[in-house]
T-cell receptor, first 110, second 115 residues
Framework: RKEVEQDPGPFNVPEGATVAFNCTYS??????FFWYRQDCRKEPKLLMS???SGNEDGRFTAQLNRASQYISLLIRDSKLSDSATYLC???????????FGTGTQLKVEL | GAVVSQHPSRVICKSGTSVKIECRSL??????MFWYRQFPKQSLMLMAT?????????EQGVEKDKFLINHASLTLSTLTVTSAHPEDSSFYIC???????????FGDGTRLSIL
């Protein structure tokens, strides 16, 4: 079983739609969690950290459920520029050692 | 701020060649640098962690004699793929951090193709 699991997608949604991604992790020692965005053939870029209390950054909302070992990302009012692969990431060792999921691909269409 | 530069961005070379990839933190001092590898349609896999001035810590299954890592200064780490073969073709990405509990900043990656 992979340490961080995600539905690979692709999720094809119309512009303006709300889309949710889920992720589960198996390492209970994971201390910190993140969502990264990776465009095709590019490096990953940090989208946001994920906290148990839930956190929001503009159109993006992330949630962590430690009991279920489950992380989510909600994107509201999708834009064409949101098209990318979204990577769920768990951190151990003070957050220094990152374990990446394989990513969920999002395609936002006109 | 927090810019990490990786060079070269693309390498194509013959089997048996050794390839060196540089990772530089341009505007901060990176006490820790990380090297990842990503095969097509797979996740980034951590290869090794290097702290300035000390030997790198390699992940299980990564050959330290094959992938030589040097972190001689707080702004530069290098990864040398020795005697590269086609199966080493991959996207290699570095990241840098100022320390524990600090975010990692990623370089823009090196696409290595071994013919």
């Amino acid at each position: 079983r992979k340490e961080v699991e995600q539905d690979p997608g692709p999720f094809n949604v119309p512009e303006g739609a709300t889309v949710a991604f889920n992720c589960t992790y198996s390492n209970s020692a994971s201390q910190s969690f993140f969502w990264y965005r990776q465009d095709c053939r590019k490096e990953p870029k940090l989208l946001m950290s994920v906290y148990s209390s839930g956190n929001e950054d503009g159109r993006f909302t992330a949630q962590l459920n430690r009991a279920s070992q489950y992380i989510s990302l909600l994107i509201r009012d999708s834009k064409l520029s949101d098209s990318a692969t979204y990577l769920c990431v768990g951190g151990t060792g003070g957050g220094n050692k990152l374990t990446f999921g394989t990513g969920t691909q999002l395609k936002v269409e006109l | 701020g927090a810019v990490v530069s990786q060079h070269p961005s693309r390498v194509i070379c013959k089997s048996g060649t050794s390839v060196k990839i540089e990772c530089r933190s341009l505007d901060f001092q990176a006490t820790t640098m990380f090297w990842y590898r990503q095969f097509p349609k797979q996740s980034l896999m951590l290869m090794a962690t290097s702290n300035e001035g000390s030997k790198a810590t390699y992940e299980q299954g990564v050959e330290k004699d094959k992938f030589l890592i040097n972190h001689a200064s707080l702004t530069l780490s290098t990864l040398t793929v020795t005697s590269a073969h086609p199966e080493d073709s991959s996207f290699y990405i570095c990241s840098a951090s100022t320390g524990v509990d600090q975010p990692q900043h990623f370089g823009d990656g090196t696409r290595l193709s071994i013919l």
